[in-house]
C-alpha cells in the first residue's frame, strides 16, 4: 500500500455513498439476471426483469440525482473523480434514457411487450445495465478508503481501467448494434403507426445514442487500450 496521505478523501458524505452502490448494485443485479434469464431461454423472466422499475428507471434516477448532487454539492460517488468527469458521463446517459423512461411511464404495457417479441430489445437493455458494474466498483472503492486501503494502487488502477475497458467494448460490440435494430425495427416502425410524444423522445434517444457511443465511448475506449499499454 502507498502512504495514507496520497489518497484522495471521498468527495461526498458516507450515507450518499451507500445510497449511490446500493442504487448502482442493484441495477447491475437485474442485468445479470436478465442476461441469466436470456441465456436458459426464459424470456419472459428476462422481459419482466428489463421492464422492471429497479432496472432502467432507477438507473435514470440514480444517474440524475448524481448529475444534481455534483452540480449543486460537488459530491461525487465515484473515487477520486471530478464532478465535470460524472457530469459529463452522466448527462449523456440521462439524454438517452429519459424518453425510455418517459415511454416506460406511459404505456409499460408496450414496453413489456416489446420485450417479449424482440430479443435485440433486451439486449440492448441488459448491455446498458451491464456498464454499472463499473460504476459500483468505482463507487465501493470509497469503502476502500475508509477501511485504511488505498484504492488507487497501480494495480487497482490497471484492472479497473480494465474492467470499464471491458463493459464499454460490450456496449459498443452489442450495445450499438442492438440499438440499430430497436431504432429501425421498432421505433421507426411505431412513428409511423402512433407518433406520441413518448415515442418521439425515446426515438430521439436511442438515435443520439449512436453519436454517444461513436464520439465518446469509442475515444474513451481508445485512450484506455493507450493507458493499459503504455
Known sequence: ETKPESRPEPSAPFVYLVVAFMF?????????????????GDYHKAAKLCVSPCFGPLAALTYAVEVCFAQVFGWVSWYGRPPPQIIRHHSAFI????????????????IYTWFEQHRFFRTWMMTAGLTNLNETFIVFQNFMYYAGLNPITSGRVFWQRCLALGVMTQALLV???????????????????????????FTLGVASQFAGQLFVQLPDCRKLMNKLCC
Request: glycine share 4%; charged share 10%; aromatic share 16%.
Open 24 to 40: 448502482y448494485l442493484l441495477s447491475f443485479s437485474f442485468a445479470v439476471r436478465a442476461v441469466a434469464a436470456e441465456v436458459f
Open 95 to 110: 439524454v438517452v434514457m429519459f424518453g425510455w423512461c418517459w415511454m416506460w411511464w406511459a404505456d409499460a404495457s408496450l
Open 175 to 201: 450495445g450499438l448494434p442492438s440499438g440499430c435494430f430497436l431504432l429501425i425495427s421498432i421505433l421507426v416502425p411505431e412513428c409511423q403507426r402512433s407518433l406520441t410524444p413518448q415515442v418521439i423522445l
